[in-house]
């Protein structure tokens, strides 16, 4: 059955407390109506009825519920999703792929651009959505447990910090290379948004398992076959700085990007690594083992998260929050290589 007590109520402005003393309810039993878990009788549904000033049908229904929500262009009818409410919009993130296959979903995309959603939206409610480009966010959002969900959203590192004033999700990830250039980037784009140290990791060179080319260095790199990342990505930047130190001019490295197969993430880039479409790639030694390809190591990075203060309170945030700095997480992290956890409980300071 479908239930829209909640969305009611939301939206006359009245609390669960306040709702259930003008219908003679407990909170507690109020809550299980709304969750889906209780069916209220007769006279409690008239008596929501008036009280929301609806009609009983349009707080009850049978079948599933039609939700509008922002998807991801270019995805097909039928896909299953998940759900996430960020600033009162519903965020639909598609699972495709093996990972997709273990994940539930909330619920499918319709040819009309609703999501049909069979059950309870509870579990979608406390689910934070977190972009950004480290491979280890992905391995972060699994470590939750059942108290709510965390779902990872690929992005270069600008493009997660629009993302997040875009209000399309929760949290930013990014890795520009100095904490002054996150607090610039905060500052101008997420104006009061706090900012959290996740990690720090080693960031370098994605090349063929046995490294038969002999790459050792930026210099190596005019003679290789090149994967670039975005405008904006942190991988793009370091890449850049790279190829100056091997010597090129700024017309020339724009050339070379140019000229590069263009991934949308490190995975991606290392993936193509290890197709033979290109020789090397800038990424995280987490990508270079993802595919059991070789790493020479450049430089180690920190990577924090921007969380604009209205979701701080979010139960998923805060669950984040805590399961990034839990020892459990943390021994996790070290063992994909090249990780050094920090702690993300203490905030960095921004402008």
Excluded: K
């Excluded at 942190?234 to 020339?252: H, I, N, S, V, Y």
């Excluded at 309170?313 to 992290?333: E, K, R, T, Y």
Aim: aromatic share 2%; glycine share 10%; charged share 20%.
């Amino acid at each position: 059955m479908r239930c829209a007590v909640r969305e009611r109520r939301e939206a006359a402005g009245l609390s669960v407390s306040a709702l259930a003393a003008q219908v003679g309810l407990s909170r507690q039993a109020l809550s299980r109506v709304e969750s889906g878990a209780a069916v209220p009788g007769t006279r409690q549904a008239l008596l929501l009825a008036r009280a929301l000033r609806c009609r009983v049908e349009d707080l009850f229904s049978l079948g599933a519920a039609h939700v509008p929500a922002r998807v991801p262009p270019g995805t097909p009818s039928g896909t299953r999703v998940r759900l996430a409410d960020v600033d009162g919009a519903w965020q639909a993130l598609p699972l495709s792929g093996e990972a997709g296959l273990r994940l539930t979903a909330d619920g499918v995309l319709l040819a009309s651009g609703a999501v049909e959603v069979p059950g309870s939206l509870d579990d979608a409610r406390r689910t934070a959505l977190v972009a950004g480009c480290d491979p280890a966010l992905g391995l972060l959002c699994t470590a939750l447990g059942a108290e709510a969900r965390a779902a990872w959203v690929p992005r270069a590192s600008l493009d997660a910090v629009q993302a997040a004033a875009r209000g399309e999700v929760h949290a930013a990830g990014l890795h520009l290379g100095s904490l002054a250039r996150h607090r610039e980037v905060v500052a101008r784009d997420l104006p009061g948004a706090r900012l959290l140290r996740l990690w720090h990791a080693e960031q370098g060179l994605i090349v063929a398992a046995g490294n038969p080319l002999g790459v050792r260095g930026p210099a190596d790199l005019r003679r290789a076959r090149l994967v670039t990342r975005p405008a904006g990505a942190g991988g793009r930047a370091l890449l850049d700085g790279w190829l100056r130190e091997a010597g090129l001019d700024t017309a020339a490295r724009e050339a070379r990007h140019a000229q590069s197969r263009l991934a949308a993430s490190p995975l991606e880039a290392a993936a193509a690594v290890a197709r033979g479409e290109a020789d090397v790639a800038p990424g995280p030694r987490s990508a270079a083992g993802a595919h059991g390809l070789s790493f020479i190591p450049l430089v180690v990075e920190a990577f924090d998260l921007a969380i604009p203060e209205r979701h701080l309170a979010h139960p998923g945030v805060q669950v984040l929050i805590a399961a990034a700095g839990s020892a459990a997480f943390q021994a996790d992290l070290r063992s994909l290589g090249g990780y050094d956890p920090a702690d993300p409980t203490h905030p960095l300071e921004t402008p």
